[in-house]
């Protein structure tokens, strides 16, 4: 006899025992697959050359004495390797990917088949000048809408990331107090304790001492802790706003004015700008850089290692420290100043060998020009009401971090709820996989204990939302209901089971091996 469960399917008691194992390790059409290294093709090539005319002797001693080690696969072997590889993952194109401060939304393929285009994706950097102006076009194109959204008057494209962006905004306002004459006497950021970890790292990393400044209560910057750190050795403040608690600072032109008042500068960290992009200009609250992560506001692909592109807006004290190249349109057409010409004399050099990344640029304008101005203030607007309706619809099973008034783009849990339970933030993150979701952001920020970070973007539709929250409330009550085996094993029903984190942080296995009895090494 069935029943229905919570989120409206069918289900018999008792289903996670009564299912016996399956004798192949594959489960219903998942194929069980092993690592490439260990498929049964050793000692063949899905490849056809010709028998070489050359024996090799002119190569000497870099002639390969042994087997190469790696396996021949046809075709639809390697093809199927990988997506069989893939379905043991999660994907946006697979359901809602909820980690906060991170912003998975979709990438609409118009933008791919853009990127795609010949005159985009076969051009290279080092052509000459004539044979790629649309390329520069789009390149300056891209800055007007940056800037004319942020309301600062300069852009660097080149910056590959979010950490790289700050960076390049860092190294700007190096440069600005060198000029100065200031810089060997400011040699202090100021950072949040809510910042991004990649906020003080760079800092650290560009020679600066970190210094941090503490959180209201309500989720926000200390005002008066950063006054009284803040004097004529400070050179920078790293604030990000939307904070990563997921929510604006309200006391935001106040922090800048303290901030130039005692002669440093302004840098924001727009990984949230998804919140605010079409409603807010950061140049108006008086940021002097803000790196734009393209994956994340403006939906080119996000991670993976790259290829990535963090812009950065910088005000007119920072322009003209912006790094090398960039792109001017006169009656010749369009251009690269260079870091050796007069016009870039000030720029504190390069921050990668030529332009950026072409790709992603083409990806975002294609977003930008697909959705208009007023499409991207639809943007942040949905954005911000989709978390809202999570944190509104949850919050009366699981404790919301700060409960008094909005949040932005994001809704922030602590695990106050989970008190008396035996069950962990990591536990309930587990059990969602059974469920068919990735988890949120867990344990960040930091200053919330037990934080779990939920971000839905702006591509979800309302159907969507309330099939992800009612899995939510589902788990919770069972959470509550004491049925702690459910979260402690989990997750059951992936591809892999609980890692033993302890034993793998602290005896990682770092190399594979060839398994007991192989042939794979004799080949």
Known sequence: MSTMNTVGRPTTPNAITSKPATLTGGRGLLQNEHLIFESDGWGKTGVDLPEPTTDGSDLGDLVRKDPIGLPGLSEPETMRHYVRLSQKNHAIDLAIYPLGSCTMKHNPRLNEKMARLPGFSDIHPLQPISTVQGALELMDTLSHWLTTLTGMPAVALSPKAGAHGELCGLMAIRAAHEASGEHEKRRKVLVPTSAHGTNPATAAFVGYTVVEVAQTDDGRVDVADLASKLGDDVAAIMVTNPNTCGLFERDILEISRLTHEAGAYFYCDGANFNAIVGRVRPGDLGVDAMHINLHKTFSTPHGGGGPGAGPVVLSEALAPFAPAPWV?????????????????????????????????????????????????????????????????????????????????????????????TDITTLDFAKAMIDEGFHPMTMYFPLVVHGAMLIEPTETESKQELDRFIEAMRALAGAAKAGDVDRFKGAPFHAPMKRLDETRAARAPVLRWTAPQGSNIAAE
Not at 333 to 354: N, S, V
């Open 328 to 420: 001017v349109h006169d009656q010749n057409g369009y251009r690269l100043i260079e870091r050796e010409e007069d016009e870039a004399a000030q720029a504190f050099g390069r921050l990668c060998a030529f332009q950026g990344q072409m790709g992603m640029y083409t990806r975002a304008l294609s977003y930008m020009m697909s959705h208009g101005a007023d499409g991207l203030r639809q943007v942040a607007e949905d954005a911000v009401l989709n978390a809202n309706y999570i944190k509104a619809r949850l919050s009366d099973v699981m404790s919301a971090a700060f409960p008094e008034g909005p949040c932005m783009h994001e809704a922030l849990f602590d695990d106050e709820w989970l008190k008396g």
